[in-house]
């Protein structure tokens, strides 16, 4: 039985497929059509999902879209009508009247039904952007929620039988968190929180407000946040409370976000935000700041109480969980979960002790929740498939790559493994910014050594050398290491295994220096642990890098500049012609910036 997943018309469009109960294949479009969180329709992912399978369009048995137009229909009315009565009755409130976002209860039920339109026309979309007749599409579609999609994304391929459930991020079909606890093939949600109560907006508002206005920005402000006071937390406060059924917002201070849920999707599928925070948030914290320019000390200070008010109601929410669904086992996904800091927190803050998040936390790992939903949820089969690695994505054969090279006119050379392993771990132990293309992309937004850009962590100008010569990042981000898994109580806090790069740790008091290029100014670092059977290419980097070197970690950013993460050979080739990277490994050839 062969499943196809697709988030469509939605951020991070992707698509994923499973063939029994196997996962075969995800990625997000924007890899393709080189869009970042490109929301439109997922041709490409879809086709090269049917190619990874073996399979066309025909032999689909079942496809799951990841929304359902028609859940929490009747409130969606209810709100918009609510809110049509109190501009009737002159309630200026948070920016009551929002122009053309704000259309009322007519406009609502019309988006919800072209809405409904465009999930129906699918079929269609799908016979045209593959090039196949509609009648012969016999899948039978199923619309799965939001939510559902985000905790089945995450739940059924974990390697928990049981555990307690968190989805959390914006918003979608109406719903921002929901929890629930999962067995087997099935869970059950417990409840949830609705719109226009958002963690995921409070954040977005909040990151807007400090000058980064794209759609994804929020990681910006995880990493600003230590570098400021507690100056503002109990004024955060006040926009975010925690309360007996989870949390909610004032929304004095922010501007209600229409229909579109504050996303606006250009005919290109760029997404755009609507700004999200009022009037009212500028007359609490002044004006706020212009992208690009200075950070102050303020935006600092708020950087930090968001991100410490963002914690409070996160373990808010997971103790609160854990009282209903006892287990030591949490998995999560949604926007929210790629909040790496506070996961790093969650061992001590709560009484979860293992934790599976999804590597695709995000909207991209709708699609695949789609999908696992559809076969399990709704069909009934038993889970026989673990994630164990995020490398889900199109793999190139040498002699594809090699010809991309020709094309290119680079310099190369080919190497046997050891050599290979050996000439690279040599380069980065002397300074040099390495380029490594390997295998399978990797599934959601982090670089997990297949497509990543490798340095030495040790050196302490190597965070200002990767940002004049590659990555042009603001000053304030962390470079995030990878480690090899058995050493990791050596140099973290923590030994909780970090596989997706989704948990912050300290590093230990005598390891700062080894790591000091990717010792983040609070002494914590993002860590991925990489384990041989994930990655055994990677993992034999850095034990070769290691020998030379004594420091079993390598620092680890994703593989492009400014753009979404490479996919095919040509994207990592051009990179390295026009950064000043060192050194190219792309499968088993390297290019050296100085022989070209
Ligand atoms: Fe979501």
Same mark, same amino acid.
């Given at each position: ?110 988006? =919800? ?5 465009? &999930? $129906?026309? %699918?079929?269609?979309?799908? *016979? ?6 509609? !009648? ?92 400021? =006071? ?5 004024? &955060? $406060?006040? %926009?975010?409370?925690?309360? *007996? ?6 929304? !004095? ?344």
């Amino acid at each position: 039985m062969i499943i196809l997943g697709i988030n469509a018309y939605h951020g991070d469009a992707s698509a994923a497929i499973i063939a029994d109960g196997q996962l075969i294949a995800a990625v997000e479009e924007e890899r393709f059509n080189r869009i970042k969180h490109c929301a439109g329709f997922p041709a490409e992912s879809i086709r090269y999902c049917l190619n990874a399978a073996g399979v066309d369009l025909v032999n689909i048995d079942h496809i799951g879209i990841s929304r359902d137009p028609s859940a929490h229909l009747h409130k969606k009315i209810l709100h918009a009508a609510t809110r049509i009565a109190r501009n009737a009755m002159g309630f200026a409130g948070s920016g009551a009247t929002n122009g053309k976002r704000d259309n009322g209860v007519f406009g609502m039920i019309s988006d =919800r039904l072209a809405n409904a339109a465009k &999930v $129906r026309d %699918l079929k269609d979309e799908l *016979s045209r952007a593959l090039r196949v007749p509609r !009648e012969t599409i016999s899948a039978t579609f199923h619309n799965i929620e939001h939510h559902k999609a985000h905790l089945a994304s995450a739940f059924f391929v974990s390697p928990f039988e049981r555990a307690a459930l968190l989805s959390l991020d914006g918003f979608g079909d109406f719903v921002s968190t929901m929890w629930g606890v999962g067995e087997g093939n099935q869970f059950e949600v417990l409840d949830e929180v609705e719109y226009p109560h958002s963690t995921g907006i409070v954040y977005t508002a909040t990151t807007q407000f400090i000058g980064f206005p794209h759609y994804g920005d929020e990681g910006k402000v995880m990493g600003l946040a230590p570098y400021g =006071r507690d100056t503002y937390c109990n004024q &955060v $406060r006040e %926009l975010l409370m925690t309360g *007996s059924s989870g949390f909610e917002l004032d929304l !004095e201070y922010f501007k209600p976000l229409g229909s579109n849920q504050g996303m606006q999707i250009k005919p290109d599928g760029t997404v755009e935000l609507a700004r999200h925070f009022s009037a009212r948030m500028v007359e609490l914290f002044g004006p706020p700041r212009e992208p690009h320019s200075d950070i102050t000390q303020r935006d600092m200070d708020l950087a930090y109480a968001m991100q410490h008010c963002f914690e409070e109601v996160f373990f808010h929410l997971l103790n609160d969980l854990n009282a209903q669904v006892p287990l030591d086992h949490l998995v999560m996904a949604g926007g929210c979960a790629l909040n790496s800091v506070a996961n790093g927190k969650l061992f001590d803050r709560t009484p979860f002790q293992h934790t599976w998040i999804q590597p695709a936390a995000g909207d991209e790992g709708l699609a695949l929740g789609a999908a696992l939903h559809t076969y399990h949820a709704v069909l009934g089969h038993k889970r026989e498939f673990v994630m164990k690695d995020s490398y889900l994505g199109p793999e190139f054969s040498d002699r594809r790559i090699e010809a991309s090279l020709e094309t290119a006119g680079v310099r190369y050379k080919k190497l046997d493994r050891g050599p290979l392993l050996d000439t690279l771990a040599d380069r980065i132990a002397k300074g040099d910014v390495v380029g490594w293309f390997q295998g399978r992309m990797e599934w959601g937004p982090r670089a997990l050594g297949n497509r990543s850009i490798l340095a030495h962590p040790g050196l302490p100008q190597m965070k200002d050398v990767l940002n004049a010569r590659i990555k042009r990042r603001e000053w304030f981000r962390p470079f995030a290491p990878s480690i090899l898994q058995e050493r990791q109580a050596e140099f973290f806090e923590h030994d909780h295994p970090s596989p997706f790069m989704l948990h912050v740790y300290k590093i230990k008091p005598g390891k700062r220096e080894p790591l000091c290029a990717v010792n983040h100014v609070d002494d914590t670092g993002r860590l991925q642990s990489v384990s041989h059977e994930e990655n055994p290419l990677y993992y034999e980097l850095i034990e070769t890098f290691e020998r030379k070197t004594g420091i079993p970690v390598l620092l680890n950013t994703s593989f492009n500049e400014n753009e979404p993460i490479v996919c095919a050979p040509e994207e990592a080739i051009r990179c390295f012609q026009r950064t000043k990277m060192d050194a190219l490994a792309i499968g088993p050839y390297i290019a050296l910036k100085n022989e070209n």
